[in-house]
């Protein structure tokens, strides 16, 4: 049997060290000798013997913040030996490579797994979020291990050098140490009050030493600003 199906740039890649990689630029291997975390339902393949557990949104404390914020991963266990594939809808993937003292904020929709000697909470946005459609939450990723997130399509990564604004929708990740806020970019006129809109009215700020990764595609909000608000108050009432 003959095609360029069967080419070698299709073929499985192996590898003698367990862990993260990726098979190809929408699809992430891992393979497993031990455990790790994945999202729900983003298992394309596996080989060996793997055990599956759902696991929620890791933990009753992330899984109360997840149902009050919209935020969070739907989490599955992954554990055994042997190849576990996984995708996202085609998205890109991309392995990030924690170290102790790092920290990533991240859209918990691009998270697709990490490692299970990573720490992961859901945290509030500062100053971001309260003016827009986007979540006033975020999940904070920290310790030593990989994680592997998904973009639709091919990102830039910006240095946050100087003033960095970026539209909440499209931020998909960011140093965990940078300064958030908001910034209005639509100015305000007749044209506004007559219902004139360039859909670009709130932007999040970035100020600081760090990076912010944006993908050139807009996620749809999850909850709208009103709903956000009533629950993120619920949420703070309940933290505090």
């Not at 003698?16 to 729900?40: C, W």
């Not at 929708?169 to 305000?188: D, F, I, K, P």
């Not at 807009?218 to 619920?234: A, D, I, K, M, Y």
Request: net charge negative.
């Amino acid at each position: 049997m003959r095609s360029e199906l069967f080419s070698s740039e299709n073929l499985e890649k192996e590898s003698a060290q367990p862990g993260m990689r990726l098979q190809n630029s929408k699809m992430l291997k891992i393979e497993l000798n031990g455990e790790a975390m994945a999202r729900v339902g983003s298992m394309v393949a596996y080989q060996g013997n793997v055990q599956f557990q759902a696991l929620g949104s890791g933990g009753l404390g992330k899984f109360l913040k997840q149902k009050l914020t919209g935020e969070g991963v739907p989490l599955m266990k992954v554990s055994g030996q042997g190849d576990v594939f996984l995708a996202e809808l085609a998205k890109d993937v991309h392995i990030v490579d924690l170290e102790p003292g790092d920290a990533l904020s991240i859209n918990g929709s691009s998270v697709l797994a990490f490692d299970s000697t990573l720490q992961y909470d859901i945290r509030m946005v500062g100053g971001a979020g309260m003016a827009s459609s986007s979540g006033l939450f975020n999940c904070v990723f920290s310790g030593y291990g990989r994680i592997a997130i998904t973009t639709k399509g091919t990102p830039v990564v910006l240095n946050v050098d100087a003033p960095t604004y970026v539209d909440p929708q499209a931020a998909v990740c960011w140093s965990a140490n940078l300064q958030t806020g908001y910034h209005r970019a639509e100015q305000m006129g007749l044209g506004t009050l007559l219902g004139r809109r360039t859909g670009e009215s709130f932007t999040m700020s970035f100020a600081g030493q760090g990076f912010v990764v944006v993908q050139p595609s807009e996620e749809p909000p999850v909850l709208g600003s009103g709903q956000q608000q009533q629950e993120g108050g619920l949420l703070g009432g309940l933290l505090s």
